[in-house]
């Protein structure tokens, strides 16, 4: 038997192998963090990248959001400071994390300050590296450089958490163990650490927050249990798009690549989709937002009471029994006059004060929702979803969305009117914007919260932008066009679908011409688009606005009928270009 590498131990625990059977041991030694982790620090790089303005900000930029140039800006007290380092030290080296090795692991549990130790596994010639925290113990089992497995495991009573384990394990060996391209075949090169490094900070950043009287894991699973209760009700009242993209989300643990929580809020194409209900898998092909519940430090701004979220609640006791309630004006019980019926827990979860056992505080973690992907939301939008946020990285709408599109460059793209179409209309289009609308914004990334009953209120806003993002990005992503006319392209069918789901317009056989379309930011009333094109001699005119909950109003010309089909044509394929070539062949 070979001596087990002690690396990572503190000195109480040299000399023996810890084991575990059930549970995790409760309190094992930890490093500090080390500036030089992966042998290179940072540091040189942050101290040229501050500035005392945000990114992109201009002081009258900040005169527009209603602030004064110093306004918010004031310095941070040097603990925050420092804390700030730390998280953008970690972000620049998680850009380059490296391939999987059993040493890149090592690095990663050491600069997160977790015990490691290794021992011989249960087959001959397999080791195990088993990374050890306070609630969570994770066992690697390799042979050679290869590694065959990994294994999650958790302490603590809650039967919730237990059950999904295996899930979240499965998410964690998909990480580290390579997957055949074919029976047999591996790839010759080890995959990136990067997705493994992200779990693992979550369990880790779980983990720390946690102490004696308060464990994160169980809080996150309470959230889960009470918010799958609402999703199981709004799913058979109103119907799984409904319940995902208009109520409170669809909860489900460790599922596409994350460990944890996520709620989906809104799913591409929606409209089209609104048969297929069932459950969410991994080959699902339409694109989800969704957001992913964690917890974190709460920020100390030197005694400024800037944070406005109460702290970690650990409870399943979110919602009541009956789930929904008629609101107090709703006489008769309509389905749409109900609202959930929300509980408030007591703060329970008291820490002692050091050196003063007779007084008490609240923990310091909060809940934060993060993104999935990030958004960009105008300034406005975002601060009244989190009042205590300090701008940074304020930039235009556009630009945020489209940072390699310069403002006087067109795009392209193919469209055909069927299958069956030979020739297809290339659509030019241009980004119109004026100086005096611009759009000040933000790419957001996480809004924290304190009870579930928040994220509905999130859910209304970031649909809202998730939808806008959508359809200007079938005119100017990279994704779905070119900066150069194309030589060929592929045939999508969706006008084919929208004729089927809307019917009414002959889209088919019609000549294919060459269109100049220009898509104009609104941002007056709502956030709105208009889409202007030549159309029969004159110009197809129309003004989009994209409300809260992703609702959709159409202007065109006072022609109600036609308002009506473009709308619902739109929140079908959420595809400009798309609905303006089904309008202009139907009205031909």
Not at 70 to 84: I, N, V
């Amino acid at each position: 038997m070979t001596t087990p590498n002690l690396t990572g131990l503190t000195p109480k625990m040299a000399g023996q192998t810890p084991k575990m059977t059930g549970s995790t041991p409760s309190a094992l030694g930890s490093f500090g963090f080390s500036p030089a982790l992966l042998g290179q620090s940072p540091m040189a790089m942050l101290k040229h990248s501050r500035s005392p303005l945000p990114s992109g900000a201009s002081p009258g930029m900040l005169v527009r959001l209603g602030m004064t140039p110093g306004m918010g800006m004031q310095q941070l007290p040097p603990d925050e400071t420092k804390k700030r380092e730390l998280e953008e030290m970690l972000k620049l080296l998680a850009q380059r994390p490296g391939r999987i090795s059993i040493p890149a692991i090592e690095r990663l549990a050491k600069g997160m300050g977790l015990d490691f130790y290794k021992e011989d596994g249960d087959a001959p010639g397999v080791n195990r590296l088993s990374l050890a925290a306070k609630i969570f113990l994770l066992d690697i089992e390799y042979l050679g450089n290869t590694i065959i497995k990994a294994q999650l495991a958790l302490s603590g009573n809650d039967p919730q958490t237990f059950q999904s384990i295996d899930e979240a394990t499965k998410i964690l060996q998909s990480n580290l163990v390579p997957v055949a391209k074919s029976p047999g075949h591996y790839p010759l090169f080890s995959s990136s650490i990067g997705d493994f490094s992200e779990n693992l900070t979550r369990l880790y950043r779980t983990d720390k927050l946690s102490t004696d009287n308060l464990n994160c894991f169980t809080a996150i699973s309470g959230i889960y249990q009470s918010l799958e209760k609402i999703y199981h009700y709004e799913r058979e009242n109103m119907g799984e798009m409904a319940a995902l993209c208009f109520g409170n989300g669809r909860p489900q643990m460790h599922i596409r690549g994350k460990v944890g929580l996520s709620i989906d809020y809104w799913k591409e194409r929606r409209l089209l989709n609104a048969h297929g209900g069932g459950k969410n898998t991994e080959e699902e092909e339409e694109r989800l937002w969704r957001v992913l519940i964690e917890v974190e430090e709460t920020p100390n701004f030197g005694g400024i009471p800037m944070n406005h979220v109460t702290p970690v609640r650990s409870t399943n006791h979110w919602v009541s029994d009956e789930i929904k309630k008629h609101k107090e004006d709703n006489l008769f019980g309509d389905l749409e006059e109900l609202t959930t019926d929300w509980l408030e827990p007591p703060l329970e979860e008291l820490m002692e004060i050091p050196g003063d056992p007779t007084q008490s505080k609240p923990p310091s973690a909060r809940f934060v929702a993060r993104l999935d992907p990030p958004l960009v939301l105008p300034w406005p939008e975002e601060q009244a979803l989190n009042p205590s946020i300090i701008p940074t990285d304020i930039d235009s709408f556009e630009r945020l969305l489209f940072p390699s599109l310069s403002p006087k460059e067109s795009t392209y793209r193919e469209i055909y009117g069927s299958s069956e179409d030979a020739e297809a209309t290339i659509h030019n289009y241009h980004l119109e914007t004026l100086a005096l609308k611009t759009v000040s914004s933000r790419r957001v990334t996480e809004i924290p919260f304190s009870h579930p009953r928040d994220l509905l209120r999130f859910f209304h806003t970031l649909r809202q932008y998730a939808l806008l993002s959508t359809l200007l990005e079938s005119c100017f992503s990279p994704k779905h066009v070119s900066k150069t006319p194309p030589s060929d392209g592929q045939k999508p069918v969706v006008m084919d679908e929208l004729d089927l789901l809307l019917q009414g317009f002959d889209s088919s056989n019609t000549p294919a011409v060459g269109l100049p379309v220009t898509v104009s930011l609104e941002p007056e009333q709502g956030f709105g688009l208009r889409v202007v094109y030549p159309d029969q001699g004159g110009m197809g005119n129309w003004q989009v606005v994209v409300g809260k909950n992703g609702d959709l109003k159409v202007a065109a010309g006072g022609n109600g009928a036609m308002e009506d089909r473009i709308r619902k044509a739109l929140g079908a394929a959420e595809d400009v270009g798309l609905v303006v070539e089904w309008v202009r062949r139907g009205m031909q």
